[in-house]
Structure formats: structure tokens, C-alpha cells
């Protein structure tokens, strides 16, 4: 019952956040949401927020659910804590991995859990190296990632991604992680085709393959629909063309489904969505709606065959963590028992798409994508051209996502791309709103541009 401005320089004080200039925040405060019910945020002061991110890309089935308080409340009075170390399970993981592998498509029949989806793409890059270690291979070792890709900020996920302001600080990439360029056509595609430009840039894995020898690749890694990168939606030929080149050489195929799994793209997995096969699924986020920290990988019968028959070294305490497996598990029960991927699939999601490509619209919108409940919007000076803002980076996304949240709508920015993922239980009411706001933002980022 500390007044704001209190906790705020408490927070300042001794709270160091992550992915934010902390000193900043000793002046302006950080925002602090007390409580959150559906879409709807409530901060410190009693404003109510639309909340378009799901927290970070998470609360799919939206804040508040009480089945998920109670099942947690009665797994921490069953069993609080067992680890699946050294031959011992406990039953809310073998129902969560019984679960998974039911949804999973294909032949991903086996889970190893983590905390996160850091974790769990640490945990990737061993398995996938062991796997072909154990096959007699180990020079199969590299693993080919994406520029501007996010999969984690652990040394090992953080040097999967692709980002330049983090490979900067603290030694990444470590050695053997190779990047190509991603499938931005917007951003970088000038004059070209998009489908062909999608195509070049997929045969840019076959490039790299062919330079390094196949004999060294391990896996490419990639998200679906690139997420924190912007929301970065590929040409239809992207996707068809890196499984053909996969499959051609090899290459384990690991799709990090982080952001887009458990119905954010309108199907349980993106890799349904977008026609891919792969080989290992990064899963986290979702899996809990964010309710409590749980990733794992869900990976073939294929490469569990080989690992399993091998000692292999690695495990969390938190791996299979009862509570959280618990809370998953209730967590899809109520995805699947509300048809909420079927929703956004056939209902909300394309009601969302209709207001979300009308901002298109809007002067200072180059383009306006989204598939199922993941859209950004590409802010530019000039629509024909495709044009970028020429003062830094981000100052245009930067103050568009300032206007939202005054205006009660959490948006991301990623440089000038405005992003979204709200919560899969959205209704079409709070759709307009959140339409409304982010065009009323819109217009006030766009004056402030002109001052
Ligand atoms: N992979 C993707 C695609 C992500 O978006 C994220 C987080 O945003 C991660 C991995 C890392 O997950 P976590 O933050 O749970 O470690």
C-alpha cells in the first residue's frame, strides 16, 4: 500500500530490469501493474490498460483464470518440488508429456523440459550435437541461425539469436553458430520479387551449407514467424525451400515455436501454419500462458532414440517442475476445452486481421501484416518508397509506443516496427478498442514527428 512515487525509487534503487536502460527509470519510474483480469491491465494509480502484447508474448489464454491459482495451490500442498533426475518422475509431468506429444504434429513424441525458452535452446544445442555425435558424426557441430533472430539471452540462446546490440556485450557468439540473413522483404528487399527475394534468402542456408560442408552442420534453427525481430512475416516461398534444403543435406531442423506455439498463429504450432517439418520444437511461454516458468523441447522419435540410448549429460532442477507442469497442463486443457485456437483461427483472428490491416491505412503505415494473433506494422516517412525515418532507429517506433501507452495500450516497438500479440481470448469489442488506440496513437506519433 506503498504510494507510487515510493515504490518506484525503490525500484530504481535496487531492481536492476532487464533489457532497459535502468538509470533512465531513476528519473521517469517504471509503470507498476498491480493486478490483470482477461486483456486488461491495472497499474499502481488504477488506470486500465489494453494490454496487445500478452505481457511478453504469453498470457494466451488471458490474465485471471482461477482453475490455474487452484491447480498450482493444490500441486505446491501435493507435491511442491521432485526433480526427474536419476530415475524418479512425478505424475503431472508424465501427463504434460503424454499431452504434448498428442498435440505435437508428427512424429515429436518426447519432451525435455526447462524453465524457459532460453533453456531450452540451450539444451538444443547440445542434444543436436550429441545426436550426431552419438551417429559417429561429431564434426556435425555448427548450427545456422538467422541475423536479427531472437532465441534466448543465456551465452548459448543469446549466440543462436542474431542481434547485434547482444552479440556486443559478453562474448557471443560462442564458436560454431553461423548467421544468415533473414526473409525481410519489407526492410530489405528494395526492388525484388518478394517471392523471389524469399527464395534467395532461403538459399542462403544452401549457401552456407555448401561453403562450411555438410559434414559440419548439426541444425538451423529459426522461429516460424519471426517474433522480437519485428514480427517478420516471410514470402510463401521462404519456408518450402528451407525444408528442401534440410531434408537435401541433412540438417536437423529445429523450429523455435516460443512465440508462435500454442495457437498464436491460429493452429496449435506455427510450424503447422507455415508448412514446416521439423525435426525439434523450442516450446515455453504459451505452454503456461506465462502463469508459471516452463520450456522444454519437443523433439522427434528419431533423435529421443538416440539420446535416450545415451547418458545424456544435462538436466535443470527445474526440469518437469511439478507446479508448473500442472499449471501447463490446465493451461491447455482450457486452450482446448474453449477452442481457443479454433477462435482465433476462424472468428477473433481474422476480425483482428480486418482492423489491423485497415491502419494500413494510416499515413504513417508502410505496411500492416499479421497472421493469426501476431501483426506489426511498419512505420515509414514515405509509403512508396518503403522509406525508413531518418533519425534513429527506433525514435519513430519509440514514440508511437509512448503515445499508446498513454493512451492505454501496450504495444511493442522494434526499431519502427509496432507489434503485437494479445492475449487469444480477445473479444471483437476489445479488438475495436485496441484499433482505436493504436490509431489514435498513430496520429499523435505522426505530429509529434513533424514538430
Ligand atoms: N525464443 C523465442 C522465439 C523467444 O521469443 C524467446 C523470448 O522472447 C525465447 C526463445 C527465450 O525465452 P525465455 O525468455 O523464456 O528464456
Given at each position: 500500500?506503498?504510494?507510487?512515487?515510493?515504490?518506484?525509487?525503490?525500484?530504481?534503487?535496487?531492481?536492476?530490469?532487464?533489457f532497459?536502460?535502468?538509470?533512465?527509470?531513476?528519473?521517469?519510474?517504471?509503470?507498476?501493474?498491480?493486478?490483470?483480469?482477461?486483456?486488461?491491465?491495472?497499474?499502481?494509480?488504477?488506470?486500465?490498460?489494453?494490454?496487445?502484447?500478452?505481457?511478453?508474448?504469453?498470457?494466451?489464454?488471458?490474465?485471471?483464470?482461477?482453475?490455474?491459482?487452484?491447480?498450482?495451490?493444490?500441486?505446491?500442498?501435493?507435491?511442491?518440488?521432485?526433480?526427474?533426475?536419476?530415475?524418479?518422475?512425478?505424475?503431472?509431468?508424465?501427463?504434460?508429456?503424454?499431452?504434448?506429444?498428442?498435440?505435437?504434429?508428427?512424429?515429436?513424441?518426447?519432451?525435455?523440459?526447462?524453465?524457459?525458452?532460453?533453456?531450452?535452446?540451450?539444451?538444443?544445442?547440445?542434444?543436436?550435437?550429441?545426436?550426431?555425435?552419438?551417429?559417429?558424426?561429431?564434426?556435425?557441430?555448427?548450427?545456422?541461425?538467422?541475423?536479427?533472430?531472437y532465441?534466448g539471452s543465456?551465452v548459448?540462446s543469446g549466440s543462436?539469436g542474431g542481434m547485434s546490440g547482444m552479440h556486443a556485450q559478453g562474448?557471443m557468439p560462442?564458436?560454431?553458430?553461423?548467421?544468415?540473413?533473414?526473409?525481410?522483404?519489407?526492410?530489405?528487399?528494395?526492388?525484388?520479387?518478394?517471392?523471389?527475394?524469399?527464395?534467395?534468402?532461403?538459399?542462403?542456408?544452401?549457401?552456407?551449407?555448401?561453403?562450411?560442408?555438410?559434414?559440419?552442420?548439426?541444425?538451423?534453427?529459426?522461429?516460424?514467424?519471426?517474433?522480437?525481430?519485428?514480427?517478420?512475416?516471410?514470402?510463401?516461398?521462404?519456408?518450402?525451400?528451407?525444408?528442401?534444403?534440410?531434408?537435401?543435406?541433412?540438417?536437423?531442423?529445429?523450429?523455435?515455436?516460443?512465440?508462435?506455439?500454442?495457437?498464436?498463429?491460429?493452429?496449435?504450432?506455427?510450424?503447422?501454419?507455415?508448412?514446416?517439418?521439423?525435426?525439434?520444437?523450442?516450446?515455453?511461454?504459451?505452454?503456461?500462458?506465462?502463469?508459471?516458468?516452463?520450456?522444454?523441447?519437443?523433439?522427434?522419435?528419431?533423435?529421443?532414440?538416440?539420446?535416450?540410448?545415451?547418458?545424456?549429460?544435462?538436466?535443470?532442477?527445474?526440469?518437469?517442475?511439478?507446479?508448473?507442469?500442472?499449471?501447463?497442463?490446465?493451461?491447455?486443457?482450457?486452450?482446448?476445452?474453449?477452442?481457443?485456437?479454433?477462435?482465433?483461427?476462424?472468428?477473433?483472428?481474422?476480425?483482428?486481421?480486418?482492423?489491423?490491416?485497415?491502419?494500413?491505412?494510416?499515413?504513417?503505415?508502410?505496411?500492416?501484416?499479421?497472421?493469426?494473433?501476431?501483426?506489426?506494422?511498419?512505420?515509414?516517412?514515405?509509403?512508396?518508397?518503403?522509406?525508413?525515418?531518418?533519425?534513429?532507429?527506433?525514435?519513430?517506433?519509440?514514440?508511437?509506443?509512448?503515445?499508446?501507452?498513454?493512451?492505454?495500450?501496450?504495444?511493442?516497438?522494434?526499431?519502427?516496427?509496432?507489434?503485437?500479440?494479445?492475449?487469444?481470448?480477445?473479444?471483437?469489442?476489445?479488438?475495436?478498442?485496441?484499433?482505436?488506440?493504436?490509431?489514435?496513437?498513430?496520429?499523435?506519433?505522426?505530429?509529434?514527428?513533424?514538430?
Amino acid at each position: 500500500h506503498m504510494p507510487t512515487a515510493e515504490l518506484q525509487a525503490l525500484d530504481a534503487a535496487h531492481h536492476m530490469h532487464p533489457f532497459t536502460n535502468n538509470n533512465e527509470l531513476e528519473q521517469k519510474g517504471a509503470r507498476i501493474i498491480t493486478r490483470a483480469k482477461g486483456v486488461t491491465l491495472t497499474d499502481s494509480e488504477g488506470n486500465q490498460i489494453l494490454d496487445a502484447m500478452g505481457g511478453l508474448w504469453c498470457v494466451n489464454i488471458g490474465y485471471g483464470r482461477e482453475e490455474l491459482a487452484e491447480v498450482a495451490a493444490r500441486q505446491m500442498r501435493e507435491l511442491p518440488f521432485y526433480n526427474t533426475f536419476f530415475q524418479t518422475t512425478h505424475v503431472p509431468v508424465i501427463a504434460l508429456s503424454a499431452k504434448l506429444a498428442e498435440l505435437a504434429p508428427g512424429d515429436l513424441n518426447h519432451v525435455f523440459y526447462a524453465s524457459s525458452g532460453s533453456e531450452a535452446n540451450d539444451t538444443n544445442i547440445r542434444m543436436v550435437r550429441t545426436y550426431w555425435a552419438e551417429m559417429g558424426q561429431p564434426e556435425r557441430k555448427v548450427i545456422i541461425s538467422r541475423k536479427n533472430a531472437y532465441h534466448g539471452s543465456s551465452v548459448g540462446s543469446g549466440s543462436l539469436g542474431g542481434m547485434s546490440g547482444m552479440h556486443a556485450q559478453g562474448g557471443m557468439p560462442i564458436p560454431d553458430i553461423h548467421h544468415i540473413d533473414q526473409p525481410y522483404w519489407y526492410g530489405e528487399g528494395g526492388d525484388s520479387d518478394p517471392e523471389e527475394f524469399g527464395l534467395a534468402r532461403a538459399r542462403q542456408l544452401e549457401e552456407k551449407i555448401e561453403e562450411l560442408g555438410a559434414h559440419c552442420v548439426a541444425a538451423f534453427i529459426a522461429e516460424p514467424i519471426q517474433g522480437a525481430g519485428g514480427v517478420i512475416i516471410p514470402p510463401d516461398s521462404y519456408w518450402p525451400e528451407i525444408q528442401r534444403i534440410c531434408d537435401k543435406y541433412g540438417v536437423l531442423l529445429i523450429a523455435d515455436e516460443v512465440i508462435c506455439g500454442f495457437g498464436r498463429t491460429g493452429n496449435w504450432f506455427g510450424s503447422q501454419t507455415l508448412n514446416i517439418r521439423p525435426d525439434i520444437m523450442t516450446i515455453a511461454k504459451g505452454l503456461s500462458s506465462g502463469y508459471a516458468p516452463i520450456g522444454g523441447s519437443i523433439v522427434s522419435d528419431k533423435i529421443a532414440e538416440v539420446i535416450n540410448a545415451c547418458e545424456f549429460n544435462h538436466g535443470y532442477t527445474y526440469s518437469g517442475h511439478p507446479v508448473s507442469c500442472a499449471v501447463a497442463l490446465e493451461n491447455l486443457r482450457i486452450l482446448e476445452e474453449e477452442k481457443i485456437v479454433e477462435r482465433v483461427a476462424q472468428d477473433t483472428g481474422p476480425y483482428l486481421k480486418e482492423k489491423w490491416q485497415a491502419l494500413a491505412d494510416h499515413p504513417l503505415v508502410g505496411e500492416a501484416r499479421i497472421v493469426g494473433m501476431m501483426g506489426s506494422l511498419a512505420l515509414t516517412p514515405h509509403k512508396e518508397s518503403r522509406a525508413k525515418f531518418a533519425a534513429d532507429a527506433g525514435t519513430a517506433g519509440y514514440i508511437c509506443r509512448e503515445r499508446c501507452f498513454a493512451n492505454s495500450l501496450v504495444m511493442r516497438h522494434v526499431g519502427d516496427r509496432m507489434i503485437i500479440s494479445p492475449p487469444l481470448v480477445i473479444t471483437k469489442e476489445e479488438i475495436d478498442t485496441l484499433a482505436e488506440r493504436a490509431w489514435a496513437s498513430l496520429d499523435q506519433a505522426a505530429a509529434k514527428l513533424k514538430e
